[in-house]
């Protein structure tokens, strides 16, 4: 399968715990994004790169959200001290500049509890 | 500000007929419009796309309108499938931000 992936397909947190998800974009995209989405809503844009640069971040990715695309392959977000709002499906999803279609991963599910 | 708007939360459909879903945008910025497809706890499957600078693309069953001048498009889907059933969402793509910006989505029922 040559998609896009994402790990963990689920998570269930305590409070205040950090978790990181993992995203491989499609092996010769140069962009990535992460989108949020809960219940009811479209996906919301947290963050995108340009091969290892993190060229815009949303207003909704507070301090405890950081994003990582060190080598310009895979990428991660990190939230730290999970709150119950943080609950939703994290969305990766990778393009290639030049096009206009973004290619989604199946998403994580995170429940912080 | 919602830029992206799906006005209908809900659709059903008889199977072999036409369904019709409807998006407002509100930013003529956007470049490029795309409909995804998603069934519940999967990502987003992209389905189909249209460039601001037509009016009509097609593939296969689908077909999207644009209709630049009143910021509105529409995925046509016919014959309606029962497989079809899913939650569509329209996104408009800038190119000067590479940013996508979805709609809240519509349900999307077809009945057999």
């Known amino acids: 399968d040559t998609g896009v992936s994402q790990n963990p397909r689920h998570k269930i947190t305590k409070r205040g715990q950090n978790v990181t998800f993992r995203c491989d974009p499609i092996?010769?995209?140069?962009?990535l994004y992460w989108y949020r989405q809960t219940l009811g809503q479209g996906p919301e844009f947290l963050t995108y790169?340009?091969?290892?640069?993190?060229?815009?971040k949303s207003r909704l990715l507070s301090d405890r959200f950081s994003a990582e695309r060190p080598k310009g392959s895979f990428s991660t977000l990190e939230i730290q001290r999970t709150e119950q709002g943080d609950s939703a499906m994290y969305l990766c999803?990778?393009?290639?500049?030049?096009?206009?279609?973004?290619?989604f991963g199946q998403g994580t599910r995170l429940t912080v509890v | 500000d919602q830029q992206v708007k799906q006005n209908s939360p809900s659709l059903s459909v008889q199977e072999g007929r036409i369904s019709i879903l409807n998006c407002d945008y509100t930013?003529?910025?956007?470049?490029?419009f795309l409909w995804y497809k998603k069934y519940p706890a999967e990502g987003p499957t992209f389905l189909i796309s249209?460039?601001?600078?037509?009016d009509k693309n097609e593939d296969g069953r689908f077909t999207v309108f644009l209709n630049k001048s009143a910021k509105h498009l529409s995925l046509h889907i016919v014959p309606s499938q029962p497989g079809d059933s899913a939650v569509y969402f329209c996104?408009?793509?800038?190119?000067?931000?590479?940013?996508?910006?979805f709609g809240t989505g519509t349900r999307l029922k077809v009945l057999a």
């Open positions: 790169f340009q091969n290892e640069a993190q060229l815009e």
């Open positions: 249209i460039s601001s600078i037509k």
């Open positions: 092996s010769e995209h140069n962009r």
């Open positions: 996104a408009a793509y800038n190119s000067g931000t590479y940013k996508y910006i």
């Open positions: 999803a990778s393009s290639l500049a030049g096009t206009d279609e973004a290619f």
């Open positions: 930013n003529s910025m956007f470049d490029y």
